[in-house]
């Protein structure tokens, strides 16, 4: 799975790790939802009620959190990698994301898809 822009909001940790950047990195970076906890759920945000209703509702349907469904992923061996080139952009860290995320490049995620049987861009 190759995590590419607003993507990379999944990868990052909840909560808040300290590293230097610069200003307009810090300021970038606050703008942005922090882990998959804090993305909104598109126009259904309704104020934060939309993604607390939906996890409400796969909870009731014994559906696994997003979480969840990352670490058994990982347990099972799929790579979980981050765009070099939009963190760069973005003024995202490797200490902000999650552990078990590898950093690739383009180059090297087209390699990959190119030799898998399965393979999503997010």
Not at 59 to 79: D, R
């Amino acid at each position: 799975m190759f995590f590419t822009f607003w993507g990379l909001n999944i990868l990052r940790r909840g909560e808040r790790v300290a590293v230097r950047k610069p200003f307009m990195d810090r300021i970038f970076g606050a703008m942005m939802p922090r882990g998959s906890k804090k993305l909104g759920l598109s126009r259904m945000n309704m104020l934060g009620m939309g993604p607390r209703m939906i996890r409400g509702v796969m909870a009731g349907k014994n559906v696994e959190s997003l979480e969840a469904l990352m670490q058994q992923a990982l347990a099972l061996g799929v790579h979980l990698a981050a765009c070099q080139m939009s963190m760069e952009v973005m003024g995202i860290k490797a200490e902000e994301l999650v552990d078990g995320v590898e950093l690739a490049g383009v180059a090297s995620y087209l390699d990959a898809a190119e030799s898998s049987n399965v393979n999503l861009f997010i």
